[in-house]
């Protein structure tokens, strides 16, 4: 047994605990060491029931008195009601639908629980957490206690005690790969005192401190990896010449039709320098909705093409896929630059002479969707790479692509605005060139939020008529394509009939993702066109669709998007001449839900949005990387965590400078290894 022995093997697991424990990522006796804590309960003072109070959340040991269950008129709908007294006050506890509570919390049985304190006729703790105590576990009681996530087949109170064994047992094998000079600088306490005191805190200081030592560990190890693979990656040559522009970028340049931003004139700039280098560009172009990204993409096409290398320019709908051929071949015309588009809905013999010209080098553009990177598609001579809302395709999609030519210059653009401390773990090995600057002409969405109760519906549908008659045009987008029997939320399919019913001089269109690539084709470029009114969509058009007309966005049953989907669904209107208008619809919600669409209400900063979703839903929902677990930390939060990033980042920058093959740092090379060697080579665009 060693630290990267199955977890089966130590002793009470076995195999159907080890299954359990996998659902929860724990595989190996060195997982289970790091499996910390999700909360402590402190049970050396106990609350007593005579203490409590309405509205706190309370930690109390107390003993079963009675037990009762019984069903309710709603159906399928159980109560298991409990007494519980302390010897001199009781409390009742009661479960909704809790099955088998009757075979533990039996009279006499001395439990630990933690919940909400409520009103009830008399205080009520409501589906609390709980714990039988057992009088032979001395960490039960009398301590501050480890409270372990739990999943079926495990409770806390068996992981505990697990955890206790696997750490008198292995937790000295565990090694320290942090550098030393690096913890004698930040005072940082041995490795294994800092994990033993998570799984048995002291007190709150010193768990802050070891909590804060472990988070540095694993955002330094994660900085360390994307630095190393940044630098390694630079040491590669191409093998094809640098681009730098020429005629036809200049001709592009002079014809633009407008006058660039500052900020997209010095992201141009960024990539210009970028692509007239040896060493391959890997950049991240990032801005707010409306900031204009695809012109400064379309100038790195421009400067491809001149160098005489093909580029690829890759989007996640076949509906952005069009627009993006659409508007290049609008704005390369006179610059004799053949432009394809390579989508899955190409009739087989346009498919079969566009895999042609694509091979034969005729092609010097491509725009398309997944279906670039399929194995039937090779390139002469592809010397750019431009992956559109990148978050949207999977890490194995880009890879393929970027494995059909040597070290091809990389440019990853996305609408999503990220906060600082997301850019750092995700994109820690790209450059980044930031859009901070709006176009000019660009006027404030005005934002509101509604119930559709009949007074509003009346006065929303004539606000939506009168949009109409003057000229412009409105989407209404809806979070489902039909009706769900599981969630109260109105399908765009019925919403579209309604709204045909009580708009009738209206010319109305429906579109979602599951419409045939040619229908949905047709519905876009009629609406594109000016020939629809009203659109009722899905959010396939939450990115890239570009209609300067359409001056009004109905989000109906907001609450269903997040954040960051609520903001660029937004985005979609507010591009032409015309007052702009975003109607979040919305009934009572939650708490939570709530503060999203006050966020909306308050603000269209997109990167103040970013930082609320970031503090609300996590990383992966940001940013679509939950599955390369590059942010799946057992400690560190990229939220609180803020300076603990920079500082792991600065550190791992001198280290990885001083010393890029880690040769005086073998510890650190070994757990970057074991630790992270898959993930970075799926993280990002390596």
Request: aromatic fraction near 6%; hydrophobic fraction near 40%.
């Amino acid at each position: 047994m060693n630290l990267s022995s199955p977890v089966r093997f130590i002793k009470g697991v076995g195999e159907a605990r080890e299954r359990a424990f996998s659902r929860m990522g724990v595989k190996t006796v060195e997982d289970l060491l790091f499996f910390f804590p999700r909360r402590y309960e402190d049970r050396r003072n106990i609350t007593p029931l005579s203490a409590l109070t309405v509205g706190s959340t309370a930690s109390v040991v107390a003993q079963v008195v009675s037990f009762e269950k019984r069903s309710t008129s709603r159906q399928g709908l159980e109560i298991a009601s409990v007494l519980l007294s302390d010897g001199e006050h009781v409390i009742k506890a009661i479960w909704f639908n809790m099955r088998k509570l009757e075979d533990v919390l039996t009279p006499g049985v001395r439990v630990a629980l933690y919940g909400k304190v409520e009103m009830r006729a008399g205080p009520q703790l409501t589906n609390p957490e709980f714990e039988v105590l057992d009088e032979s576990d001395p960490e039960s009681v009398g301590r501050i206690v480890s409270i372990y996530p739990a999943t079926a087949g495990l409770s806390p109170k068996w992981v505990r005690r697990i955890v206790s064994s696997a750490l008198e047992l292995y937790l000295p094998e565990v090694g320290d790969f942090v550098p030393p000079e690096i913890r004698e600088k930040y005072k940082f306490s041995a490795l294994r005192e800092s994990m033993m005191e998570l799984h048995r805190p002291q007190g709150r200081e010193s768990w802050l401190r070891a909590r804060n030592r472990l988070a540095f560990d694993e955002l330094f190890l994660l900085q360390t990896g994307l630095l190393l693979r940044k630098k390694r990656r630079a040491s590669i040559q191409k093998n094809s010449g640098p681009l730098r522009p020429g005629e036809k970028f200049k001709s592009f340049w002079r014809s633009l039709p407008f006058q660039l931003t500052k900020a997209q004139d010095r992201c141009v700039r960024e990539i210009m320098s970028d692509l007239a280098s040896e060493i391959p560009m890997n950049r991240l172009l990032q801005g707010d909705v409306g900031s204009g990204k695809t012109i400064v993409a379309i100038a790195a096409l421009a400067i491809a093409v001149d160098g005489g290398a093909q580029a690829a320019f890759m989007a996640p709908t076949e509906i952005l896929a069009q627009q993006h051929f659409f508007r290049l071949k609008t704005l390369f015309a006179k610059l004799d630059v053949r432009i394809d588009l390579l989508t899955g809905s190409l009739s087989q013999g346009v498919h079969k002479k566009t895999l042609e010209a694509i091979s034969s080098g005729e092609t010097r553009v491509v725009v398309g969707t997944h279906a670039i990177f399929s194995a039937k598609v090779s390139f002469k001579e592809l010397g750019l790479v431009i992956v559109d809302e990148q978050h949207r395709f999977g890490v194995l999609q880009k890879n393929a692509l970027l494995a059909k030519t040597r070290s091809p210059h990389v440019l990853v653009m996305t609408a999503t605005p990220i906060p600082r401390t997301l850019t750092l773990s995700i994109y820690g090995d790209l450059d980044v060139s930031l859009l901070d600057e709006l176009p000019a002409g660009r006027r404030p969405i005005k934002t509101h939020r509604m119930d559709f109760s009949r007074p509003q519906q009346k006065r929303l549908l004539d606000f939506v008529r009168d949009t109409a008659r003057r000229g412009r045009q409105i989407y209404w987008v809806c979070p489902l394509i039909e009706e769900s029997e599981n969630l109260d939320v109105t399908a765009a399919y019925s919403r579209f009939q309604n709204l045909r019913e009580k708009l009738p001089g209206l010319k109305i269109a429906l579109i979602h993702g599951q419409l045939p690539s040619d229908e949905k084709e047709a519905v876009m470029t009629a609406f594109t066109a000016g020939e629809t009114d009203l659109l009722v969509a899905t959010s396939v058009v939450e990115v890239g669709v570009d209609v300067p007309n359409a001056t009004v966005m109905v989000i109906e049953d907001a609450v269903r998007f997040g954040v960051a989907q609520l903001h660029q669904l937004r985005g979609r209107v507010g591009r032409g001449e015309g007052e702009s208008h975003c109607v979040l619809l919305a009934g009572k919600t939650t708490p939570e839900a709530a503060a999203r669409l006050d966020a909306l209400l308050s603000t269209s900063d997109g990167f103040k949005l970013a930082e609320m979703d970031l503090r609300q839903r996590g990383p992966g929902e940001i940013c679509g990387v939950r599955q390369h677990g590059v942010t799946d930390f057992r400690v560190a939060d990229l939220v609180r965590d803020r300076k603990l990033l920079e500082a792991a980042r600065r550190e791992a920058a001198a280290l990885v400078d001083k010393d890029p093959e880690l040769k005086n740092a073998r510890p650190l090379a070994e757990a970057l290894m074991s630790r992270l060697g898959s993930t970075l080579e799926l993280a990002g665009t390596a």
